[in-house]
Structure formats: C-alpha cells, structure tokens
C-alpha cells in the first residue's frame, strides 16, 4: 500500500500528460476522425458548416457556389500543410441536393454531414 501512495502522484501526472498529448494531435487534426488529411474532413479542423459554403449569405448554395468554397477550403488546408489524400473522394454536390432542385439548403447539408460523419 505505501508503495502505491508513492507512486500514485506519478502515475496521475503520466495520466494527464497522455491526455493532453492525445487533445494535441486531435485538435491538430492529426488524430484518426477525420479532418482533410485523413479525408474531406472539415471546417479548418473540423467538419464543415454550411455557413462556410454560404459564400453570398442567401441561405442557399448553388453548384457554383460549392465547389469555389470546397476549392477555397482545400487551398487554404493545403497551405497549412495538411496532406489531401483523400479529397477526390469528396461527395459531389448532387450528393448533397437531396432533393434534386439544384439548391442545397441548410437542412440538406446538415443531413448529409449527418450521414457522412455518423460512424466516425
């Protein structure tokens, strides 16, 4: 028992440096869930939100509009270095038009990111 209370202090503290080491390279996008190295992950570190491919403000995206705003995306996590495996398997904007109206509305994008990100 003595023994475990001396080592006990030692043990939390490797605890929490191994917690903070694996807080690191997730929030660096470098962990395993996703994120454009590992896939069209997300918004600068994250999933995308639609906000972000709302380029004009008007609550609707149309074709054009999503693919400047995928482009913008990967050139800029391209520039912070992130490696683009996998961004030829980004989902193409008719995936994303459920509905076939050729607009993509908030509701459909949050659908779709549903969809995508369930199992990670």
Known sequence: MNRFKRRAPWLSLAFAVGIALAITVEAQGMGTGGGMGGGMGGGMGSRPVFAE?????????????????RANRISARAQQGYRMRNAGHAPAFTTLDRNGDGVVNAAEFAAHQAQRFSGR
């Open 53 to 69: 491919y709302d380029l004009n403000g008007d609550g609707r995206l149309i074709a054009q509009e999503f693919n400047q705003a």
